[in-house]
């Protein structure tokens, strides 16, 4: 099975590592192949990776492909850690010194204490795979950078290989996690991330996570200061896309996401905004179902359980869509009528119960019941003459057969 790890190591990508391997092991696959072709990434989250791949017992094969691909920083990292290491001719790895993010741009981190930390965690997994230890010091130290054939002269990598195909050939036979790898013949598939994951990925890019927090500041302030067009309610849902992508609690999130779209469902039941706020909620419950349920975890929930779960979370969102269509239908057929006011005076009704001129009552007209005052006692049942409207009261007098 081949699992790709394209462009920053993010929050995604260690959930996207892990239900890969945990398919992997479901499938009984010979091996999990990791290609890499990424820039770098969050430190926690390549501490996260390496700690998946350690507790696997299937085999983990690094691979940096395609051919041009790098996997600099967290990439090289990462390749370190796994069973078997390889590269695509033409590929390139290093330049691991950690940098923090600053508003002048990225700026390279000199402290000891975490330059020590990186190297010891680098070189600990070049010598738990039998690896040039000195080299994946001076990735991190000397931002080293060595292409695949300089690689694998440094014993940094064990194979070099153009293809995927290529790659299971030169891989066959080799012993480990206890396993003689038989792949030479094997075919392989490509794992594809749940829609959770996929979600994960696009909200963790910093570029988007960081628009959709400036746009949601901007928005909740226009909104609070000038009300009435929803941009308020807008700017609350992107910061809580963006608070996601940061790194944020996804259940937390998600738990929120779907409360703030049952309160804006209700609030477009009483205020009737032409259904936009209504929308807005509905896709609230929406995202944060996705974001709730665990679909790509083959290993804790079975294929059966887990479309229970997705249709128990979005059927509802689905429901209540079509009652919200259904309402605001209504509502606005209710504002295009036409006005009655004038057009009813003259018309005969009949009433329902005892008019008292101290008092009201109603009044059958069309089908319909309409409260109903008058200047003299009319009997249930009786035929009245509509003289008048004050509001949505109907004035009346009872109605003589000439």
């Given at each position: ?52 791949i350690d507790a ?8 940096v492909y395609p ?262 239908y209504k509502m ?71």
């Open positions: 099975m081949v699992v790709e790890l394209t462009d920053t190591i993010t929050p995604a990508s260690d959930d996207i590592v892990y239900e890969a391997l945990e398919k992997a092991r479901t499938e009984n696959a010979e091996a999990l192949i990791i290609t890499l072709n990424t820039p770098g990434g969050g430190l926690e989250e390549t501490k996260k990776i390496l700690d998946h696997s017992p299937v085999p983990v094969i690094g691979y051919k041009g691909a790098t996997a600099w920083s967290a990439g090289t990292l990462i390749l370190l850690g796994t069973d078997i290491a390889a590269m695509a001719p033409n590929t390139i790895i290093g330049s691991a010194q950690p940098v923090e993010v600053t508003a002048e741009g990225m700026k390279p981190i000199q402290e000891e204490k975490i330059v020590n930390a990186v190297v010891a965690l680098a070189q600990e997994k070049a010598k738990q795979h039998g690896r040039n230890v000195s080299a994946a010091g001076e990735f991190i130290t000397k931002n080293l950078n060595l292409d695949a054939e300089q690689a694998k002269d440094a014993n940094v990598i064990e194979v070099v290989s153009p293809g995927i195909e290529e790659l299971l050939v030169k891989v066959d036979g080799m012993k480990v996690k206890d396993k003689e790898l038989r792949t030479k013949n094997a075919g392989f598939t490509y794992y594809t991330p749940s829609l959770r994951s996929n979600l994960m990925n696009l909200l963790s890019n910093p570029i988007l996570a960081s628009l959709l927090l400036l746009v949601g500041i901007y928005s909740l302030v226009f909104g609070l200061t000038s009300p009435g067009y929803g941009a308020e309610i807008f700017g609350v849902i992107s910061i809580s896309l963006a608070l996601v992508g940061l790194g944020f609690s996804v259940n937390i999130a998600a738990l929120f996401l779907i409360g703030l779209g049952m309160a804006l469902i209700l609030f477009e039941l009483h205020v009737s905004a032409f259904g936009l706020i209504g929308v807005a909620g509905i896709a609230c419950i929406i995202l944060g179902s996705v974001l709730l349920v665990p679909l790509g975890y083959p290993g804790l929930y079975s294929p059966e359980y887990q479309t229970t779960m997705l249709i128990s979370l979005i059927a509802p969102a689905i429901v209540l869509g079509v009652f919200l269509a259904f309402a605001i606005m057929e209710i504002r295009l009528k036409k006005p009655m006011i004038g057009d009813i005076v003259g018309d005969i009704a009949e009433t329902i119960d005892a008019i008292t001129p101290d008092g009201t009552g109603y009044v059958r007209y069309q089908g319909e019941y309409w409260q109903a005052r008058s200047d003299e006692k009319i009997e249930p049942k009786t035929k009245v003459i509509i003289t008048g409207k004050d509001g949505p009261l109907l004035i009346v007098k009872p109605w003589k057969e000439l």
